[in-house]
């Protein structure tokens, strides 16, 4: 297993305080830039879609989105405002250039540190030859819980650039700031968008 259970089980307890707090998160600049890089009718992987306002947002723009998430709950707020979200945890994403574009938006953090490069391979052998990835991810050492009890796993700027044009993944565009989420803990964090190359 690569989701962790208490991780899980937090967002199951706390599922409409998170809807709450992130309600602004469907008007991201982060995401809106993203978006305005798709094709006509991308298909997007929304991995952690939480309760499926950014992926309503794609939806929106005319896009094909696949929304998952390891929190039950989390998956029934989203399919309540008209997402066909679905359960899945990072390791039930196991396929070949499926997707145009992946956005994990803070859900990869909660990987396990010495499982991510793993992950992140998986992923990128997900992603159709030319597609986008985009990632969201605290910044920091080691693992830790924060004061809610959900597994955190941390990297500096250039671990994680390191660990994403390893696999091969190109032009990355950074981002950076302070945000404080649903246990209101203020973290610097950072966002990467990266190609897949065409030839891939």
Not at 44 to 72: E, F, N, Q, R
Not at 145 to 163: M, N, P, Q, T, W
């Amino acid at each position: 297993m690569t989701t962790d259970a208490e991780t899980i089980a937090v967002y199951n307890a706390r599922s409409e305080d998170y809807a709450e707090t992130n309600s602004g998160e469907a008007k991201l600049p982060e995401l809106l830039s993203f978006i305005g890089q798709l094709d006509p009718k991308a298909h997007v992987l929304d991995l952690g879609c939480g309760p499926g306002h950014m992926a309503k947002t794609m939806m929106d723009a005319g896009h094909i989105v696949d929304a998952v998430d390891a929190s039950s709950e989390m998956v029934a707020l989203a399919q309540k405002s008209g997402i066909p979200a679905r359960v899945a945890r990072f390791e039930d994403i196991d396929t070949h250039h499926e997707y145009d574009a992946i956005w994990a938006s803070f859900s990869l953090l909660h990987a396990p540190r010495d499982l991510f490069p793993s992950l992140i391979l998986r992923l990128v052998s997900a992603l159709k030859p030319g597609g986008l990835f985009y990632i969201g991810m605290k910044l920091g050492t080691g693992e830790h819980r924060d004061k809610i009890g959900r597994l955190y796993s941390y990297f500096s700027e250039v671990e994680l650039l390191a660990h994403l044009t390893d696999t091969g993944l190109i032009h990355p565009e950074v981002t950076r700031g302070t945000s404080n989420g649903l246990s209101g803990e203020e973290a610097q964090h950072i966002t990467i968008t990266l190609r897949k190359p065409a030839n891939a």
